[in-house]
Nanobody, 115 residues
Framework: QVQLVESGGGLVQAGGSLRLSCAAS????????MGWYRQAPGKQRELVAR???????TYANSLEGRFTISRDNAKNTVYLQMNSLKPEDTAVYYC?????????WGQGTQVTVSS
């Protein structure tokens, strides 16, 4: 089992920045890719960014380079730096980790961007 705990969400004005963190615990050895997804009200959960164990990154095309995912393997933590936030970035952000064919999810952290 892998437990994921997100932090760093909150309320920010448009144009501002937030940094999300996701700490993994439990059976953390052999965790492969980790990532961030988000779900806005009335919409499906969508990929924001993913990072492999080797550091290769993938981003949603819609982000236009505003977000950066990073990973500290020594701390078993993945980060999402979000800059130039827009009201349409408002959503619950979920951390995800893949290990041994299983996919694990955090409880989510709310990000609200006011106009």
């Amino acid at each position: 089992q892998v437990q994921l705990v997100e932090s760093g969400g909150g309320l920010v004005q448009a144009g501002g920045s937030l940094r999300l963190s996701c700490a993994a615990s439990g059976s953390i050895f052999s965790i492969n890719a980790m990532g961030w997804y988000r779900q806005a009200p009335g919409k499906q959960r969508e990929l924001v960014a993913r990072i492999s164990s080797g550091g290769r990154t993938t981003y949603a095309n819609s982000l236009e380079g505003r977000f950066t995912i990073s990973r500290d393997n020594a701390k078993n933590t993945v980060y999402l730096q979000m800059n130039s936030l827009k009201p349409e970035d408002t959503a619950v952000y979920y951390c995800n980790a893949d290990r041994a064919g299983w996919s694990y999810w955090g409880q989510g952290t709310q990000v609200t961007v006011s106009s």
